[in-house]
């Protein structure tokens, strides 16, 4: 075949299916990798999203087509309003929504579940470059969390923008290990427990 040839061409029958997304498989880290190595970098990777109206089972699906366990919640690019995840959807927060309002599932919008953007931990991009592996495991460990939202400042007034996150489930994926959090939340509700009584 020449350069300038075209390609042979064809026609699909009715019922041809997408074939599925497969990932590369993630490189094997250790404590000591670079935090880098275990970044969603958003400038790599397309964010997921869904508006804050969403009914929230159609969120659960989108995170179930796309293969994802966290949606970014926008109402208008670009600026970003909080976070979904299929914890908050399937949890304890969306069974304590529907007993205090007295309404079915369907009734959940993705606003009424989504941890708003101020909610949420956050590290400045620039404080990776020497960052391991090791220090994102026990800032998630810290704050109790299974995600980290990555942040880029700049030097302008231009306001902050999420540049990436890292996540538990990937963390432990690429480590081979579980991250046990379980720990810190316990210290938590320990210390709820002692300022209550």
Same mark, same amino acid.
């Given at each position: 075949? $020449?350069?300038?040839?075209?390609?042979?061409?064809?026609?699909?029958?009715?019922?041809?299916?997408?074939? %599925?997304? $497969?990932? /590369?498989?993630?490189?094997?880290?250790?404590?000591?990798? %670079?935090?880098?190595?275990?970044?969603?970098?958003?400038?790599?990777?397309? +964010?997921?999203?869904?508006?804050p109206e969403t009914p929230a089972?159609?969120?659960?699906?989108?995170?179930?087509?796309?293969?994802?366990?966290?949606?970014?919640?926008?109402?208008?690019? %670009?600026?970003?309003?909080?976070?979904?995840?299929?914890?908050?959807?399937?949890?304890?927060?969306?069974?304590?929504? /529907?007993?205090?309002?007295?309404?079915?599932?369907?009734?959940?919008?993705?606003?009424?579940?989504?941890?708003?953007?101020?909610?949420?931990?956050?590290?400045?991009?620039? $404080?990776?470059?020497?960052?391991?592996?090791?220090?994102?495991?026990?800032?998630?460990?810290?704050?109790?969390?299974?995600?980290?939202?990555?942040?880029?400042?700049?030097?302008? +007034?231009?306001?902050?923008?999420?540049?990436?996150?890292?996540?538990?489930?990937?963390?432990?994926?690429? /480590?081979?290990?579980?991250?046990?959090? +379980? $720990?810190?939340?316990?210290?938590?509700?320990?210390?709820?427990?002692?300022?209550?009584?």
């Open positions: 075949m $020449q350069p300038d040839d075209p390609l042979p061409t064809s026609r699909l029958e009715a019922g041809a299916a997408l074939a %599925p997304a $497969q990932p /590369l498989p993630a490189a094997a880290i250790n404590l000591h990798s %670079p935090a880098l190595e275990v970044l969603t970098d958003l400038t790599q990777v397309k +964010a997921a999203m869904v508006r089972r159609e969120a659960e699906q989108q995170m179930i087509v796309q293969g994802v366990r966290l949606l970014f919640v926008v109402h208008a690019l %670009p600026q970003v309003q909080g976070l979904i995840t299929a914890a908050d959807i399937r949890g304890e927060h969306q069974l304590r929504l /529907l007993h205090e309002r007295g309404i079915a599932f369907d009734d959940l919008r993705v606003d009424d579940l989504m941890t708003p953007l101020p909610s949420l931990d956050t590290v400045e991009f620039g $404080q990776l470059r020497r960052a391991r592996v090791g220090n994102v495991v026990a800032t998630l460990q810290r704050i109790g969390r299974h995600h980290l939202l990555v942040v880029e400042t700049s030097a302008d +007034a231009t306001p902050a923008r999420v540049r990436g996150l890292f996540s538990r489930s990937q963390i432990e994926r690429q /480590l081979g290990t579980a991250i046990d959090l +379980a $720990q810190i939340v316990r210290c938590f509700t320990g210390i709820g427990r002692a300022a209550a009584a």
